[in-house]
């Protein structure tokens, strides 16, 4: 099992910048596959980015191609999430999540991430 605990949220003004951590505790963390995933009031999750065990392959979704960058330090078990010239829409809690993935085949499968942080919230104003 693995433990994910967010931080780095906070209320930022349209183009502005925020780098999300994710820290994990745990057995095996090299193991994992993370992603950050978001939701915001009346919609539906969101698989944002995702990074491969070994951080040799991203995925991202379209919404964050070219603004958001993750990346991972498995020396210190932890994810991070920078997200560059963040807009209105950008706005949700954003969860941190993790899944056993040897193969590096299922990072971009939202339905696969079955450990979850309790989630930090990012705000945008316009």
């Known amino acids: 099992q693995v433990q994910l605990v967010e931080s780095g949220g906070g209320l930022v003004q349209a183009g502005g910048s925020l780098r999300l951590s994710c820290a994990a505790s745990?057995?095996?963390?090299?193991?994992?596959?993370m992603g950050w995933v978001r939701q915001a009031p009346g919609k539906e999750r969101e698989l944002v980015a995702a990074?491969?065990?070994?951080?040799?392959?991203?995925y991202y979704a379209d919404s964050a191609k070219g603004r958001f960058t993750i990346s991972r330090d498995n020396a210190k078990k932890t994810v991070y999430l920078q997200m560059n010239s963040l807009k209105p829409e950008d706005t949700a809690v954003y969860y941190c999540?993790?899944?056993?993935?040897?193969?590096?085949?299922?990072?971009?499968?939202?339905?696969?991430?079955?450990?979850w942080g309790q989630g930090t919230q990012v705000t945008v104003s316009s």
């Open positions: 999540a993790a899944q056993l993935d040897y193969s590096g085949t299922y990072y971009g499968d939202l339905l696969r991430y079955n450990y």
């Open positions: 745990g057995r095996a963390y090299g193991s994992y596959a």
């Open positions: 990074v491969t065990w070994s951080g040799g392959n991203t």
